[in-house]
Every structure is written in C-alpha cells, then in structure tokens.
C-alpha cells in the first residue's frame, strides 16, 4: 500500500485528528503540541484537573477558539481555519446555554431555522430528538420551567439537532447533583450509541470517564499525557500523574531484580508493564501499588502474597461497601516512598516513616477488624512498574546552602513541585574519583557554574546517568531543545525527555544538524531518524516533539537556537567512556560552560559504546 493510500484509509476510518495543536496565552502554552486521533463512533474522554488545557482544545476543535499552530481535521476535512458553523460540529455548553425566552421546541430547531430547513422537516427532527432524550410532550415549555437535568437534556438535543458529525461536551454534568447526573450520564450514553455520533466529552471526574468512555486521554499542563481504555490506564499507567490522578496510588521505590521482578521492601515481585531499556540489575525505578492490591494479615506467616513488611494503623474511615486505612511502615524496614508525604496532614506519622493507603471490602473488614495503633503484615498482590526514568532528585553539591539555593531555582522548584519526587542529597566538598556513588539514582542534579566538561565527564564516570546541571540564574525555560549525535541511542534519552517535559510548560523540539558539507544522502538520513525517532516518542511515550533539520556547526546551531528571546533547556544524549563524553561536551556544548552561561542541560548517558562501533569512529 502506498503511503498516499495508507493516509486516506485512515483519514476515512478517523471522525478526529488533531496535529501538534497548541494554543498560546500571553506567550505561555495553555494546549502543547497535542496530537491525537478519535476514531468514528468513538466516545473519547479528556479528563483532567481544572487549567490542564481541556477545555480549550475542545472550543478549538468546535473553531471557538483559533489555535496558534497545527491542524485539526475532522472527518478528513481539514477545519482549521473554517467557520464554526461549517464545522458540522454540536456543543453541549456546562451551564446548558438555553435561550429563556425561546420554548423547548424552538431551541431544539434553532440550528435547523437559521440553516434554512423547513417546518416540517424541523417539527419532525424536534420530536424524535425529545423522544430520544425522554422529554416528549415538553416542547411548549420554557427552560425556566424545567429542571436542571431536563434543561441539559434540551441542550444535548438541541446540538444533536443538525445532526452534526461530531459532539462536543464540555463538563455538561457538572452543575448537577450526584442522581441526576448518574441518570444523565446514561442518557447520553444510550443516545451516543444509538446515533454513532463521534463524542468528546471533556471532565475533571475520575468516575464520569471510566463510566462513559471508549478511551480517555489525560491532560495536564496543556499536555496529553496519555491515551488508553479505563482499564488499562488504572492497571498500567505510564507516568506519575495518571497514575495518581486516575484513584489513589501508592507510589514506592524499588529496585530492578531481574528483567521481570523488582523488589520492594521486603517483597521480591513480579511486576506488570514494560521494562525501561536501562532498567539493569539494582536500578532503581517506581512502582505503582494500588490500596485494593495490598494484602492485610495479623501475621507474615499467614499472607497469600510475598511480604511487603511490618506497619501500624494509622487511621481508619468507614465508606459504605469500602474502608479505608492509612499504614505507616516505619522507617529501616527498606520500604520508601517514591513521592514526597505532607507530614503535617498526618500528625500521628513517625519520622521516615512511609505511609500506605489500603482499601477493604466490607466482608474484609468484618472478617479482620482493625483500629488505629494495630499491628499489621502486609503483602503485594499486585505491582506495576512506571516506564520513567524520574525515580527521584539527588543533589550532589558541596554545602547543604548550595543544595538548598539548587532546589529553589526555577526548574528544579517546578519539577520538584509537579513530580513531588523524593528527594536526597550528597555533600561533597571535591569531585574526586569514587567519592559518593551515583551509581543506581534517579536524576543527580549539580550547580553547573564554573565546572568544565571533564567534571561533568567525571560524574557520568561516578556512575550518574541522568544529570541535570543547572546554573546559578538560570529562568524557568520555555523551550526545550532535544539532540543526540547521529551515533547515540535515542531510545534513554527520548524516555527522559517524556517524563521531565510533562511537568513544564514548554515546547520541545529535537534537532539535528548536518555538516555544511554534506551530501543529500546525508540530509536524508538525518530527516529520516527525527521522522522515526517522532514517531518512536509518540507510541512509547504520548508526546509528540517538533523537528528540525539544520545545517551547520552543532555547536554554533544549538547556540543560535538556544539564544532566542524566550529561556531554553538543552538535552543531550551521549554515550562512550569518560574521555569521548568530555570530548563530545567541549566540541557541541562547550558554550554552555563559559563564565556567565545561564543555559540549564540534561544529559541522559546510555553506556560505553558497543566495541565494533567504537572502532570505526
């Protein structure tokens, strides 16, 4: 098939497709680069916290609001720049938008009137719509007239009217009590099925996705995280947010055993998902415990599962069919938590403690009942293991002021706020070979000022494999310039990149730059790898990255980029032994260590290079 007939069939199988859409406020990315597909007939959910971008995207795909870059097409049309009323799109506003001094029957023939249908095609389409949503023998009624759940019911028949090729609602439920709302949602369902309209609704409620969709997609920070079925996304999330967003997460550190078993605590378990490709023996990694998948006995001996450790009763809450516990795990048993505890929310917490949250079933609780202050085994049933690199933050600097002035520069507040990842640090007053091994850490972060290339060299030798070197007065970067030599592995570096641009309101582009000289097979070659390596990050990872091809100096190039108005972080992914790693630093990114430099870089390190590539290099 060629590649002009692969593209048809899928723009006729797709009511949906957005490409790298962003949408701009005041300079600052409020949609990033989302590119997504909703198939016909679907029913997608974007659910996400209030100013995570939602709702915006939805207004532009309904052309409410104008994006500032990308595409949006809608039943292989391309709609970015035509009207809203030639969309062939219906809206479901939150707060119904009725007009109160028109009658039911007017409103729902609204669209109809204005698009010159006649009245008895109208009357028609008005009572077979009522029907649908249940409100036959209303028409005459005002929306004064009716209540809240009904009034949401006119709006959906009144943007179905027209029969629009897709329906857009966004937070249609929310300004209703919890029965009604219920009873809506069904119906909405029901009629969603029954036409085979194409449907986004857009929610902030965990429940109202998975009760509804075919798919949900995850926004935050103006970024789709992920895309997936309600189950998969509960069972195997991919990142931190999802995870704990979609119900409660406990999230823990853990260590790789072997490729499929990671042990935590004191239970040696095989996980669930995908191994990371540098997930060798002892890495550390984060696990997802869900409170259902904790295993509760009065002693070890008794578990079904293997043994978690020993914890105490926190709390417990009653919940109808479900109770729920808080366990604190006391600290020296080697359980650790992967996300930072408010210790003030729970005053009865030891220090170092590591609290876990536990549900039961009603018949659980009656069959073991527990108080706050019980002795308590726990076991693992069940164990997932997140794909990112971002395990936790270890500051390496020598005085603990120069730790505290790292942790409050901008970016590495925002990405300690946003992961709420654990956090350790290294005094260590000279970089001398062996001291303090980093070898096993999340991502090790050190004062970039006045170090040269061979100490970033000698870290990586230290064993540091993610390294985020921050210099003193560096802003908060509003882009995020990605490259690999053409010899690198992209595959550590790009999971890195994922993990770390998901929690910054920044657009990320990857680069490559050719020499000047170089043959058109060569500037092929190059735009082949950042189409590949694209399309790689967004399968792997949901994130879909802007490229582009330069010509040039790498060095030069990357500076030029890296100096425009808005600040930028630069990453790199390197490989080769100590010597290669400073040679690499001093040729591509030597600007980045003259005095004065306020550039942040990341650098993902993937080992020494194979022996048979090394020797023809």
């Known amino acids: 098939m060629t590649a002009r007939a692969y593209h048809a069939q899928q723009e006729g199988?797709?009511?949906?497709?957005?490409?790298?859409?962003?949408?701009?406020?005041?300079?600052?990315?409020?949609?990033?680069?989302?590119?997504?597909?909703?198939?016909?007939?679907?029913?997608?959910?974007?659910?996400?916290?209030?100013?995570?971008?939602?709702?915006?995207?939805?207004?532009?795909?309904?052309?409410?609001?104008?994006?500032?870059?990308?595409?949006?097409?809608?039943?292989?049309?391309?709609?970015?720049?035509?009207?809203?009323?030639?969309?062939?799109?219906?809206?479901?506003?939150?707060?119904?938008?009725?007009?109160?001094?028109?009658?039911?029957?007017?409103?729902?023939?609204?669209?109809?009137?204005?698009?010159?249908?006649?009245?008895?095609?109208?009357?028609?389409?008005?009572?077979?719509?009522?029907?649908?949503?249940?409100?036959?023998?209303m028409d005459e009624r005002l929306p004064s007239q009716l209540s809240g759940g009904q009034q949401q019911r006119v709006a959906v028949a009144r943007a179905l009217a027209h029969e629009p090729g897709v329906l857009l609602l966004d937070e249609p439920f929310g300004a209703l009590d919890a029965k009604i709302r219920t009873e809506l949602r069904r119906t909405v369902r029901e009629v969603q099925r029954r036409l085979g309209t194409t449907t986004i609704l857009v929610t902030h409620d965990q429940e109202e996705a998975f009760s509804l969709a075919d798919r949900i997609g995850v926004m935050h920070m103006g970024r789709l995280l992920e895309t997936g079925e309600p189950q998969q996304l509960y069972r195997q999330p991919a990142t931190r947010f999802v995870a704990t967003f979609l119900g409660a997460a406990n999230l823990l550190l853990g260590e790789v055993a072997a490729p499929s078993r990671v042990r935590v605590g004191q239970a040696l378990v095989s996980h669930a998902g995908q191994a990371r490709p540098d997930a060798v023996s002892s890495t550390e990694v984060v696990t997802v415990l869900r409170p259902e998948d904790v295993e509760l006995a009065r002693h070890r001996q008794v578990l079904a599962n293997p043994f978690l450790g020993e914890g105490q009763v926190l709390e417990t809450s009653f919940g109808g069919g479900v109770s729920r516990l808080l366990v604190q795990v006391a600290a020296g048993t080697n359980l650790r938590a992967a996300a930072r505890v408010d210790a003030q929310a729970h005053p009865g917490l030891a220090p170092g403690a590591c609290l876990l949250e536990v549900t039961r079933t009603a018949a659980e609780a009656m069959a073991m009942p527990l108080a706050a202050g019980d002795g308590i085994a726990l076991g693992v049933r069940r164990l997932h293991v997140l794909p990112t690199p971002v395990s936790s933050f270890l500051f390496r600097a020598p005085t603990r002021e120069a730790v505290m002035e790292l942790r409050h520069s901008p970016l590495v507040a925002q990405l300690v706020q946003s992961t709420r990842a654990n956090l350790s640090e290294t005094i260590v007053a000279e970089e001398q070979p062996g001291t303090g091994t980093l070898r096993g850490a999340g991502v090790v972060v050190v004062d970039n000022t006045g170090r040269t290339p061979a100490e970033i060299a000698g870290l990586v030798a230290h064993g540091a494999r993610r390294l985020l070197c921050v210099p003193r007065g560096a802003q908060l970067p509003r882009r995020v310039i990605i490259h690999c030599p053409d010899d690198a592995p992209l595959g550590e570096a790009m999971g890195l990149v994922a993990s770390l641009v998901r929690h910054i309101n920044a657009e990320a582009s990857f680069v490559s730059v050719t020499p000047r000289e170089a043959v058109p097979a060569q500037r092929t070659l190059a735009l082949r790898r950042l189409l590949d390596t694209r399309a790689e990050v967004r399968d792997s990872h949901g994130l879909d990255l802007r490229t582009e091809v330069l010509e040039g100096d790498v060095g030069e190039q990357l500076r030029a980029l890296a100096s425009g108005p808005e600040p930028a972080l630069l990453v790199m992914g390197i490989d080769g032994d100590c010597a290669e790693i400073e040679a690499a630093l001093s040729r591509d990114l030597g600007w980045l260590f003259d005095a004065g430099a306020r550039w942040p870089l990341l650098l993902s390190y993937s080992g020494p290079r194979p022996a048979a590539l090394a020797a023809v290099l």
């Open 13 to 137: 199988t797709m009511s949906i497709r957005f490409e790298q859409v962003t949408k701009r406020y005041r300079g600052v990315p409020v949609v990033n680069d989302v590119t997504l597909e909703v198939a016909k007939g679907e029913f997608f959910v974007l659910l996400g916290a209030s100013g995570s971008g939602k709702s915006t995207l939805l207004r532009g795909i309904a052309g409410l609001t104008d994006i500032d870059h990308g595409r949006i097409a809608l039943h292989g049309r391309d709609v970015t720049f035509v009207n809203p009323r030639d969309r062939g799109v219906g809206f479901v506003f939150q707060h119904y938008a009725l007009f109160r001094n028109m009658s039911i029957a007017d409103n729902i023939e609204f669209a109809l009137r204005i698009r010159g249908v006649p009245a008895a095609r109208r009357r028609e389409r008005r009572r077979e719509l009522l029907r649908l949503v249940a409100l036959e023998g």
